[in-house]
């Protein structure tokens, strides 16, 4: 499988000088399996760069995967041009509710007064799921979805194809209060779905300094995510969801302190940046762009 990273930042979509380099677009991550099925991890920003390109080739079927429903993570799907298109089937996967079904969730979203056009309206026929806490099959891989810990119903993913494993967590605190290395696996959130993966892309969003104002909202601090990923004999991370108020230099200075603090190589290291192509296959982690 290939991944593409078409959005990293967090929060809140950050354009301007001092973002360039990593990018300003929120979570949107595209993955291209080996049967040609294409799965688009979250629908942040990013997601109306990928709707132009896929419109050139557009398929009959995709699969979109909703880690959650805050703003930031479904903003791009009123901007995704396949929705537009009567001739594509799209199916829409997310956390689900005790509250709502995730259908209602989106078209209070898509409808006004926060959107033009009601999600009744959408020509494409969209196709709802609960995401799948046990694994299923799409193309030539297997998806299942765990419940992380996250503010609201929050999920991650794990893709699995011809052995190689691509995992996805991009809003997770897995200690609050807690040391890692003193918790079983069992207790740790997110373990199961980021277990002996290949990849992993993992929320990054706060510096260790500045954690501590932030305790409980559901994101990592970088001594947190170097530590998860060492529970969970994780191959390659890439640190994901950046502060909107994080420069390309402070993310630079951030990946230093990740280093420092990790036992790893630096290249099973590093940030997420938009543009970033990542081929995962038996031969390992390739880094295409």
Not at 65 to 87: A, E, K, M, N
Not at 268 to 281: I, P, Y
Request: net charge negative.
């Amino acid at each position: 499988m290939r991944a593409h990273v078409w959005g990293c930042r967090g929060s809140l979509a950050a354009p301007g000088a001092d973002t360039v380099r990593y990018g300003g677009n929120t979570s949107c991550v595209e993955v291209q399996l080996e049967s040609g099925d294409t799965l688009v991890l979250d629908a942040g920003t990013g997601m109306r760069a990928l709707g132009v390109e896929i419109e050139r080739n557009p398929p009959a079927v995709l699969h979109i995967l909703l880690s959650h429903l805050h703003l930031d993570h479904v903003q791009g799907l009123g901007f995704f041009r396949p929705l537009f298109r009567s001739d594509i089937e799209i199916h829409l996967w997310g956390p689900s509710s005790p509250v709502q079904s995730l259908e209602d969730r989106i078209a209070i979203y898509m409808s006004p007064p926060l959107f033009p056009v009601r999600l009744a309206d959408i020509p494409a026929r969209i196709v709802f799921h609960d995401a799948p806490l046990e694994e299923v099959t799409i193309g030539s891989a297997t998806v299942r979805a765990g419940s992380v810990v996250h503010q609201g119903p929050t999920v991650g993913y794990r893709i699995e194809e011809a052995g190689s494993v691509l995992a996805y967590l991009p809003d997770h605190e897995p200690a609050i209060g807690v040391a890692l290395d003193d918790r079983p696996t069992d207790w740790i959130s997110g373990h199961d779905i980021a277990c002996d993966a290949d990849l992993l892309f993992h929320d990054a969003q706060y510096g260790d300094k500045e954690y501590p104002g932030h305790i409980g909202w559901g994101h990592s601090c970088i001594d947190h995510v170097v530590g998860f990923a060492r529970r969970a004999n994780v191959g390659t991370t890439v640190l994901f969801h950046h502060d909107p108020y994080h420069t390309d230099d402070e993310l630079d200075a951030l990946l230093v302190d990740a280093h420092r603090c990790s036992d790893v190589a630096e290249e099973r290291l590093c940030l997420a940046r938009e543009g970033m192509t990542v081929q995962v296959d038996p031969k390992g982690v390739r880094f295409l762009a």
